[in-house]
Structure formats: structure tokens, C-alpha cells
């Protein structure tokens, strides 16, 4: 079992960065997948990026790529989004998720088994 809570959203300005937090608790954490997606009202879950169990394999959505990077530190059971150029385009609700779906995509939200709570990131002026 893998107990998930996200923090540092927050309203930024266009252009802005902030850091997202994920702290995991269960001994799982080191094993599973990490990642991140974000979701609006208006639109289904949205993949973000993820990394892989021991800090390889990351990848990022196009819409992000240049601008988000995920990282992860497993001897504090935590995986980090660190998100610059921030644009109004980006804001939604960011939740973490974590899991190990075999062949399945890790860009789908299928792959995982345990989700975060989630944290509201607003970009505006």
C-alpha cells in the first residue's frame, strides 16, 4: 500500500515557477513508477511526465518538455515536479500517482495503481 500527498501549488504569475511535492509513505515507494498528471474541468487526466524506479526513464508530455522536470529522492520517499515558464495553459490540478502496470504505458493513467489527493496550480496575471 502506497499513501501519496502532493503539496506546493499555488497562484503564479505567466512565467513563474513553482515546485511540486510528493511525499509517499510504504515501503513500495523505491519499486514503483512515479508520475505526474493534471486535470481540468474540462478536460479527462492529462499526463504530465514520469520517472522511472531509480531515477531513470523520465519522460514528459510535448506540452511540458523544456519547461517541467521530475525528479525523484527515494531515501525521503519523494518525487518532485519542478515546473518553469509557467503559462495560464498549465493551470489544473496536479496529482501524483504511483504504480507498476507492466506493459502498459507509463503515460497512462491505467499503469497506476495509487493516486495523490491533488494540488491546484493557478497561472495568472
Known amino acids: 500500500q502506497v499513501q501519496l500527498v502532493e503539496s506546493g501549488g499555488g497562484l503564479v504569475q505567466p512565467g513563474g515557477s513553482l515546485r511540486l511535492s510528493c511525499a509517499a509513505s510504504g515501503r513500495t515507494f523505491s519499486s514503483a513508477a512515479m508520475a505526474w498528471f493534471r486535470q481540468t474541468p474540462e478536460k479527462e487526466r492529462e499526463f504530465v511526465a514520469t520517472i522511472y524506479r531509480r531515477g531513470g526513464g523520465s519522460f514528459y508530455a510535448d506540452s511540458v518538455k523544456g519547461r517541467f522536470s521530475i525528479s525523484r529522492d527515494n531515501a525521503k520517499n519523494t518525487v518532485y515536479l519542478q515546473m518553469n515558464s509557467l503559462k495560464p495553459e498549465d493551470t489544473a490540478v496536479y496529482y501524483c500517482?504511483?504504480?507498476?502496470?507492466?506493459?502498459?504505458?507509463?503515460?497512462?493513467?491505467?499503469?497506476?495503481?495509487?493516486w495523490g489527493q491533488g494540488t491546484q496550480v493557478t497561472v495568472s496575471s
Open positions: 500517482a504511483a504504480g507498476n502496470g507492466g506493459l502498459i504505458s507509463r503515460a497512462k493513467p491505467e499503469y497506476y495503481d495509487y
